[in-house]
Structure formats: C-alpha cells, structure tokens
C-alpha cells in the first residue's frame, strides 16, 4: 500500500513560476514509476511527465523545455518545477504511483493522490 499526498498548487500570474511536491508513503520501495497528469474542466487528462525508479524521464510536449521533474529518494518526495507559466496550464495536477511485484510484500497497483489546483491568470 502506497500513500500519496500531492502539495504546492495556487494561483501565479503568466509568466511566473511553481513547485509541486508528491510525497509517497508506506511501501516505497515498491514505486515502479511517478506519474504528473492534469486535467481542467471539460478537458481529458492529459501526461504531464513521469519519471521511473532508474531515472528514465518522460515529458509531454506542452511540458518540455518548461517544466522539469526531479525525485528526492530520502524523502520519498517527487517534484514537478514549472515555469513560464501560461493560462492554459491551469488544472488540477495529480500526482499516482504505480508499483509493480518487487518483492514478496509488493502488488502490482495505481495509487492516486487527491490533487492539487493551478491556477495562472493572464
């Protein structure tokens, strides 16, 4: 069983900048892969960037050269640093964990955080 706990969303204004942290815990050691998705009303989720537990990264292609995902492994912690903000950028943010059979403890799972709101004005 992994926790996750998504924090950092608010409001900045085009142009500006904002750091999102996805805190995992329990079976940390299980975590395959750390996904960002985000979603606005009316819009389907969309992949945001991933990054694998032997530092493969993926963006999507709003996302390159803007944002920048990174992991702190003793704080079980993964970032998405974003800059340039612009308008269309504004969603809810989720963050999930997928684990995969590691160990004799692990299962195989998608685990979801509640998400957090950005909003960036014009």
């Known amino acids: 069983q992994v926790h996750v706990v998504e924090s950092g969303g608010g409001v900045v204004q085009a142009g500006g900048s904002l750091s999102l942290a996805c805190v995992a815990s329990g079976d940390t050691m299980c975590i395959s892969v750390t996904t960002w998705y985000r979603q606005a009303p009316g819009k389907e989720r969309e992949l945001v960037a991933d990054?694998?537990?032997?530092?493969?990264?993926h963006y999507g292609e709003f996302a390159k050269g803007r944002f920048t995902i990174s992991r702190d492994d003793p704080k079980n912690t993964v970032y998405l640093q974003m800059r340039s903000l612009k308008p269309e950028d504004t969603a809810d943010y989720l963050c999930?964990?997928?684990?995969?059979?590691?160990?004799?403890?692990?299962?195989?799972?998608?685990?979801w955080g509640q998400g957090t709101q950005v909003t960036v004005s014009s």
């Open positions: 990054i694998f537990s032997d530092g493969l990264i």
């Open positions: 999930t964990v997928e684990t995969r059979m590691r160990t004799a403890t692990c299962r195989s799972a998608d685990y």
